[in-house]
Nanobody, 113 residues
Framework: QVQLVESGGGTVQAGGSLRLSCAVS????????MGWYRQAAGKQRELVAS???????NYADSVKGRFTISRDNAKKTVSLQMNNLKPEDTAVYYC???????WGQGTQVTVSS
């Protein structure tokens, strides 16, 4: 059974930082691309960042230069370092195995102005 569990969300002031982590179990982690998505209230879920099995990364324009995605194949985790957070980053953040249909339960990130 594949499970993804996110952690690290919370409330932070604008300009602050948070680090999200996603632990994956029940999957051949090193053979899958991973992604972080977010969904703000009243909006569609959007891709924030992704990382391939060869560690190639991709970012939404809105987070380039502020967010960094990384993965640890030995620990089967994918992380999202978020710096210089803005109120518009407020959303529920989800991790997902690329093209699998597997999602975590989400973690809330709230950025106050």
């Amino acid at each position: 059974q594949v499970q993804l569990v996110e952690s690290g969300g919370g409330t932070v002031q604008a300009g602050g930082s948070l680090r999200l982590s996603c632990a994956v179990s029940g999957s051949a982690f090193r053979f899958n691309g991973m992604g972080w998505y977010r969904q703000a209230a009243g909006k569609q879920r959007e891709l924030v960042a992704s990382i391939t099995t060869s560690f190639r990364t991709n970012y939404a324009d809105s987070v380039k230069g502020r967010f960094t995605i990384s993965r640890d194949n030995a620990k089967k985790t994918v992380s999202l370092q978020m710096n210089n957070l803005k109120p518009e980053d407020t959303a529920v953040y989800y991790c997902s195995i690329t093209d699998s249909g597997y999602w975590g339960q989400g973690t809330q990130v709230t950025v106050s102005s």
